[in-house]
């Protein structure tokens, strides 16, 4: 049984495949409007969401299937301490696919450990968002034609902005991309997604503070929030929630043909100004989010099993020190660890990714 936790759970055909899916459910909705008759989603919003939960009951809706769930953790069995394990187990007594968000690093990895349905990651704390990816990539491809060659500027919050970090993994597949990473000194990319999807891949990139210096160079901008609800500290927020804002103005040195993402919601990133303007696309990428996830339901139910993957050295010994990881709160979860550098003896978490060194030997 196949989940999708991690945007690179997909292969690089896959995503064509469901991409394909999604232009024909946007050609003809009408073939697919009983797809899912019978079928339920369990949407398991554990963290508050507009967009992506409403997109996923659109979603299921439009093929013809129902949807449970709840939306909020104070509504759920997790407000009396029902572990995440559990909850998986029971929900897939009740429904056909999950699809999960949770405050906690690596917790539908966990669910879908438990779980005898598929599970969607639908945004695990400052994690991963693969399911925003997927609409991203839908429009970078309508808009754009391809993924080869761009010039991808990522701008804000790039250090607890989860879409950030699935949508570098995903573009990193494809030949001639190069990341431009613009954010205050405060918020730049974790190391990880640097060392070990941009460094390892030799895929360009440059770190700046300054969006209007880095513009014209840009055939992607993708905007973002910056994620109070991540920072320990409410000050350091304050300090930094307006460090850009994307006026009319601060676009004249950029490409006609600029394509403006956002995975919304926005707070002050964008004026209101640019909404007019045809480069803006953040709204044509709900659209397309919900289309992508009509596809990803469709292919998940389809019962694929899962592709062999190489799992490689695991170590059991070691302690995840990541505070928002789902092992410092769920019940009996063992700490379990990926090699990722067998020279520098680097490790990092399987539910989280966050590193730790292996001391001795
Ligand atoms: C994003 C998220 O939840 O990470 N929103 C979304 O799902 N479209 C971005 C954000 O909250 O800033």
């Known amino acids: ?32 409007c009983e797809r899912c008759k019978g079928k339920k989603l369990a949407t398991l919003f554990f963290e508050p969401s507009t967009r992506t939960r409403l997109s996923f009951e659109a979603a299921m809706y439009e093929l013809g299937g129902h949807v449970i769930g709840f939306s909020e953790a104070q509504s759920s069995s997790a407000a009396k301490g ?12 009740y429904a056909d696919i999950i699809a999960m968000r949770h405050p906690r690093d690596g917790a539908p990895y966990v669910a879908a450990l438990n779980a005898s349905i598929p599970v969607i990651n639908a945004g695990d704390g400052g994690h991963n968002h693969p399911t925003q990816t997927l609409a991203d990539l ?32 995903a573009l990193s597949r494809y030949a001639g991309v190069k990341f431009v990473l613009i954010s205050p000194e405060e918020l730049k990319l974790p190391s990880y997604v640097k060392k070990e999807v941009l460094a390892v891949q030799n895929i360009p990139y440059e770190q700046t503070d300054d969006l209007e210096a880095a513009m014209p160079a840009l055939d992607i901008l993708y905007m973002t929030r910056i994620q109070r609800e991540r920072f320990p500290d409410p000050e350091e927020y304050e300090r930094l929630k307006d460090s850009y804002i994307l006026t009319p103005d601060k676009l004249k040195n950029a490409k006609p043909d600029l394509c403006i993402l956002h995975p919304l919601p926005r707070v002050n990133e964008i004026s209101v100004a640019v909404d007019k303007d045809p480069r803006a696309c953040y709204f044509k990428q709900v659209a397309n989010g919900k289309y992508m996830r009509m596809a990803l339901i469709l292919k998940l139910l389809e019962g694929m099993d899962e592709p062999e993957r190489e799992v490689g050295e695991i170590a059991y010994d070691l302690k995840c020190e ?9 019940q009996e979860l063992p700490q379990a660890f990926r090699c990722t550098n067998r020279e520098r003896k680097i490790y990092r978490c399987v539910y989280c990714e966050s590193k730790q060194i292996l001391k001795g030997d």
């Open 138 to 169: 839908l429009t970078i491809y309508r808009e754009k034609g391809r993924f080869e060659n761009l010039t991808v500027g990522l701008c804000g919050d790039l250090k607890y902005g989860r879409t950030v970090h699935s949508l570098i993994s």
């Open 322 to 330: 990541n505070p928002r990881c789902i092992v410092q709160t769920e």
């Open 1 to 32: 049984m196949r989940s999708l936790i991690n945007i690179l759970d997909f292969s690089v055909e896959e995503l064509y495949a469901l991409m394909d899916t999604a232009n024909d459910i946007i050609a003809h909705p009408e073939a697919y």
């Open 82 to 93: 029902e572990s995440v394990a559990d909850t998986a187990k029971v929900i897939s007594c």
